[in-house]
C-alpha cells in the first residue's frame, strides 16, 4: 500500500511538474537570457536553498526528539523535507499532499501517532515562523519610513495596520493550538460545513483517541519541551531571513547597493527583507493555487514598485525564483525514488 502510494505521489508530481515547464511565465529563449544574466549567482541561490532545507529538516528533528528518540537518519529527514515541499509546491492548497508523504514515510521509523504529531507540529512551526517574519517587516518598514527611505502615507498604512491585525489573529490561534492542540477542534470545524457534518461526526467518533493523543504530543512540545520549540522556531525565523539573501544577489546584478559600503549593503538586505516579506504574505494569502502562480510573480511587482525599483528588476527577481523553484522541485520529486536511508535508521515495530 505504502508502495502504491508513493507512486501515486510520483507520478503526480512528475505531471505537473513538467505542465509547470511547459506552461512557463516566459520563453525558453527568454529565460535562458535570465540565466545566463544571473550566472554564478543562481549556483549561489540553488546552494543557499539546500542549506535552508538542511535548516527545515533541523528544525523537523529537534521536533521529533521532542517527542522520544529519533530513530531516522538526518540524511532521510532531508530527503523528506525537499520531497514534502515539492509536493506541496505542485498540490492545489498546499501542504496537502506532501504532509501525507511524510507522514507516510516517517512512520515507519516512529510509528503513525507521532509522524502524525511531528508532522503536524512542524507546519505548525513553519507557518507561525512567518507570522514573526511578517510582524518583523512591518517594523522594518516603519524604521526605514523613519529615516526617510520609504514614504509613508494613508494607504500604507492601512495596510500596515491590517498585516499587524492578521499576525496578532494568526500568533493568538497558533499559541492557543500549541497549549491546547488543535487537531479535534479542526476536525470538528471540518464537521460544521454543510455536505460535510456526517464525515466529520464519523471520522471523530472513529479516531478520537488517536486525535486525543496527537493533541496531547503538540501540547507537550510546548508545555513540557520548551527548548526544543524554542530551538525549532529559532531555526524556522533564521530560514525566513536568509531566503531574503536570495533576492539580495539578485538585486546586487542590478547595481542596487545602496550606495555601496556596509550600510549600503545592509540598506539593500533591509529592502530585500521586505520585499520577500510582502511577497511571501501576497502568495500565501493565494496560497491555493499550485506553485502560488500569480500570487508571488504579482507579490514581488507590487514590493519592488513600493521599494522604487522599475518592473525589469521585479520580472528578473520572480523568473528567477521561479525557475529555482521548479529545479529544487524537480530534485524533491527525484528523490521520492532515492533511498538515501543511513544504518542508523529503525523500522517501527
Known amino acids: 500500500m505504502r508502495k502504491r502510494l508513493n507512486n501515486i505521489f510520483f507520478v503526480f508530481g512528475v505531471v505537473v511538474v513538467i505542465v509547470m515547464f511547459l506552461t512557463f511565465d516566459v520563453s525558453f529563449v527568454q529565460l535562458w537570457a535570465y540565466i545566463?544574466?544571473?550566472?554564478?549567482?543562481?549556483?549561489?541561490i540553488l546552494a543557499l536553498w539546500l542549506l535552508l532545507y538542511i535548516m527545515n529538516a533541523l528544525a523537523w528533528r529537534i521536533i521529533i526528539k521532542g517527542s522520544g528518540t529519533c530513530d531516522v537518519g538526518f540524511g532521510t529527514l532531508c530527503k523528506l523535507t525537499i520531497a514534502g515541499f515539492a509536493l506541496n509546491y505542485v498540490a492545489p492548497m498546499?501542504?496537502?499532499?506532501?504532509?501525507?508523504?511524510?507522514?507516510?514515510?516517517?512512520?515507519?521509523?516512529?510509528?503513525?501517532h507521532r509522524a502524525t504529531s511531528s508532522v503536524?507540529?512542524?507546519?505548525?512551526?513553519?507557518?507561525?515562523?512567518?507570522?514573526?517574519?511578517?510582524?518583523?517587516?512591518?517594523?522594518?518598514?516603519?524604521?526605514?519610513?523613519g529615516i526617510n527611505d520609504l514614504q509613508l502615507n494613508v494607504g500604507i498604512v492601512v495596510v500596515l495596520l491590517f498585516v499587524i491585525a492578521f499576525c496578532y489573529g494568526g500568533i493568538y490561534l497558533f499559541v492557543k493550538g500549541y497549549k491546547n492542540g488543535m487537531l479535534v477542534k479542526l476536525v470538528r470545524i471540518i464537521g460544521n460545513i454543510p455536505g460535510l457534518r456526517a464525515w466529520g461526526k464519523r471520522f471523530a467518533d472513529k479516531h478520537k483517541?488517536?486525535?486525543?493523543?496527537?493533541?496531547?504530543?503538540?501540547?507537550?512540545?510546548?508545555?513540557?519541551?520548551?527548548?526544543s520549540f524554542m530551538y525549532s522556531l529559532?531555526?524556522?525565523?533564521?530560514?525566513?531571513?536568509?531566503?531574503?539573501?536570495?533576492?539580495?544577489?539578485?538585486?546586487?546584478?542590478?547595481?542596487?547597493?545602496?550606495?555601496?559600503?556596509?550600510?549600503?549593503?545592509?540598506?539593500?538586505?533591509?529592502?530585500?527583507?521586505?520585499?520577500?516579506?510582502?511577497?511571501?504574505?501576497f502568495a500565501n494569502?493565494?496560497?491555493?493555487?499550485?506553485?502560488?502562480?500569480?500570487?508571488?510573480?504579482?507579490?514581488?511587482?507590487?514590493?519592488?514598485?513600493?521599494?522604487?525599483?522599475?518592473?525589469?528588476?521585479s520580472m528578473f527577481v520572480s523568473i528567477i525564483c521561479r525557475a529555482r523553484e521548479l529545479f529544487w522541485t524537480s530534485i524533491g520529486i527525484l528523490l521520492m525514488k532515492i533511498g538515501l536511508l543511513f544504518p542508523d535508521d529503525k523500522k517501527y515495530e
Not at 493555487?289 to 528588476?313: K, Y
Open 36 to 44: 545566463r544574466k544571473a550566472s554564478y549567482w543562481l549556483g549561489a
Open 120 to 145: 503536524i507540529l512542524f507546519n505548525m512551526m513553519h507557518i507561525f515562523s512567518h507570522f514573526w517574519f511578517w510582524i518583523t517587516g512591518v517594523a522594518m518598514y516603519l524604521i526605514l519610513a
Open 209 to 227: 483517541e488517536d486525535l486525543e493523543k496527537i493533541d496531547k504530543q503538540i501540547a507537550e512540545l510546548q508545555c513540557q519541551n520548551r527548548k
Open 234 to 281: 529559532l531555526l524556522e525565523y533564521i530560514g525566513r531571513v536568509f531566503q531574503c539573501i536570495e533576492i539580495f544577489f539578485m538585486l546586487l546584478l542590478f547595481d542596487i547597493d545602496g550606495g555601496g559600503g556596509f550600510w549600503g549593503y545592509m540598506l539593500t538586505f533591509f529592502h530585500s527583507f521586505l520585499i520577500l516579506a510582502f511577497t511571501s504574505l
Open 94 to 112: 498546499g501542504m496537502i499532499g506532501g504532509d501525507a508523504y511524510r507522514i507516510m514515510e516517517l512512520s515507519r521509523y516512529i510509528g503513525v
Open 285 to 313: 494569502l493565494l496560497g491555493f493555487l499550485p506553485l502560488q502562480l500569480g500570487g508571488r510573480e504579482g507579490g514581488f511587482a507590487m514590493s519592488v514598485t513600493q521599494m522604487g525599483m522599475n518592473d525589469d528588476i
